[in-house]
Structure formats: C-alpha cells, structure tokens
C-alpha cells in the first residue's frame, strides 16, 4: 500500500505562486508514476501533470509554461504552480501508481492523496 498526503495549499492573488507538496509513504518501490490532479466545484477532476522516469512529463495545456512538476529520490512529488489565475482554483489531488506513460486521464492512478484546496483571488 502507498499513502499520498498532500501540503502546500492556500489563498492567493492572481499572478502569484503556490508550490504543492506529495510526501509518499507505504511501498514506495511500487510506485513508476506520479502526478497531479485538480477538481473545481461542478467540473470533473483534470489531470494537470504527470511525472515517470521512463516517459517523462506531461501536462494538461492550460497549465503548459505556468506549472512544473518534480520528484525527489525518495519519490515525494512537488507542483511549482506560477502566474495562478482565477480558473486554477480547485482542489488539488496527487496521485501515483506502478503504471507507467503519458496520459492525463484517471485509468492510470491507483492512490489517491486526500487533496488540497487552492484559491485563487482576481
């Protein structure tokens, strides 16, 4: 089993910058893929990034130039997010598996961390 608890989250003005923190913890050897995702009120949840050492990273277009996501060799995960606008508010989830590629979809994930609220104020 893996445990994904997430940090880092808050209030801020548009223009400015949050980063997010994973911390990882269970058999973490299992685990190929991290990731990112965000669910706003009445929206379905959207993958923001996606991070494997095998294919690289990905991310959803809106945040493409804005967000970075990393991972430290203990597997914990981080989303740099700049230049926040309004539309990023959501809560944000981290998300890992044994999987491995590209997709931002859901199929991959098999862990959940209990998500992060982010607000983003005009």
């Known amino acids: 089993q893996v445990q994904l608890v997430e940090s880092g989250g808050g209030s801020v003005q548009a223009g400015g910058s949050l980063k997010l923190s994973c911390a990882v913890s269970?058999?973490?050897?299992?685990?190929?893929?991290m990731g990112w995702f965000r669910q706003a009120p009445g929206k379905e949840r959207e993958g923001v990034a996606r991070?494997?050492?095998?294919?690289?990273i990905s991310y959803g277009d809106s945040v493409k130039g804005r967000f970075f996501i990393s991972q430290d060799r203990a597997k914990n995960g981080y989303l740099q997010m700049n230049n926040l606008k309004p539309e990023d508010t959501a809560i944000y989830y981290c998300?890992?598996?044994?999987?491995?590629?590209?997709?931002?979809?859901?199929?991959?994930?098999?862990?959940w961390g209990q998500g992060t609220q982010v607000t983003v104020s005009s």
């Open positions: 991070i494997n050492p095998a294919f690289g």
């Open positions: 269970g058999v973490t050897n299992s685990i190929n893929s």
């Open positions: 998300a890992a598996s044994p999987l491995v590629g590209t997709s931002l979809s859901i199929t991959w994930v098999r862990y």
